[in-house]
């Protein structure tokens, strides 16, 4: 499964990084392909290219402030969380990503 997402929290940092870093460290102990842009007070790092985005099968947003860019996520199945859930529970939210694809491939799209 590919898995990309952004992380910003309200300062930009200590959460958006820690988030980034749980999350990919989650994606990747799962066996997902993840990469996860950080917004934080330095500007965008590890930004998404478009390919990216297109051939992720789902994004999951981890912020606490309005992200930039948002709407080249369109279209696509999107998971939105606090930074505190990304930073607590990874594993979890990683594994809801995984059903919530999975479900979404057994309904052909429909939900």
Not at 53 to 62: C, G, K, Q, S, T
Not at 86 to 101: D, F, H, M
Not at 104 to 110: A, L
């Amino acid at each position: 499964m590919k898995i990309v997402g952004v992380a910003a929290c309200t300062v930009g940092i200590a959460h958006t990084y820690i988030a980034q870093e749980k999350l990919e460290n989650a994606g990747k102990k799962a066996g997902h392909e993840i990469q996860i842009e950080t917004q934080g007070t330095i500007g965008i790092e590890n930004a998404l290219t478009q390919n990216q985005v297109d051939e992720a099968d789902i994004v999951i947003l981890a912020s606490d402030v309005k992200i930039a860019g948002r709407e080249r996520f369109e279209g696509k199945r999107i998971i939105q969380v606090t930074t505190e859930i990304a930073v607590k529970s990874p594993n979890k939210l990683i594994q809801k990503a995984a059903e919530v694809v999975s479900q979404q491939k057994q309904t052909g799209g429909r939900t």
